[in-house]
């Protein structure tokens, strides 16, 4: 993320897959066009997967004198795949080993 304003700001980044919170991040003191990476380590165990990709949603805080405030969202989209499952049926099985 980036600050394109021009003074440091601090805010919170939550992040969301489809509607249930997984993260959330203080960013603290970001500088005017500062871009700092954040990671997050997504502790999958309670989604399931699916051929359907989550919608994961990163939403910043609107920090005060904000002008800009529709580029707080960011939206990407992600397929949870079954260890083994190489060609995503959600079945592992022989034609993983030929995919
Ligand atoms: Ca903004
Ligand atoms: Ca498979």
């Known amino acids: 993320m980036k600050n394109e304003e ?4 601090n805010f919170t980044l939550n ?4 509607e249930t919170l997984i993260g959330t991040f203080q960013v ?5 066009n500062e871009t700092r990476e954040l ?3 997504w502790n999958t165990t309670d989604f399931a997967p699916s051929k359907t ?4 949603k990163s939403e ?6 904000e002008k800009n405030v529709e580029n ?4 990407i989209q992600v397929r949870l795949k079954t ?9 592992v099985d022989i034609n993983d080993l030929t995919t």
């Open 6 to 9: 021009n003074i440091a700001e």
């Open 15 to 18: 992040v969301f897959a489809n």
């Open 28 to 32: 603290v003191n970001l500088n005017p």
């Open 39 to 41: 990671i997050l380590n």
């Open 53 to 56: 990709p989550y919608v994961i």
């Open 60 to 65: 910043a805080s609107v920090v005060p004198s």
């Open 72 to 75: 707080n969202v960011y939206f």
């Open 83 to 91: 260890t083994g499952d190489v060609n995503g049926d959600d079945v």
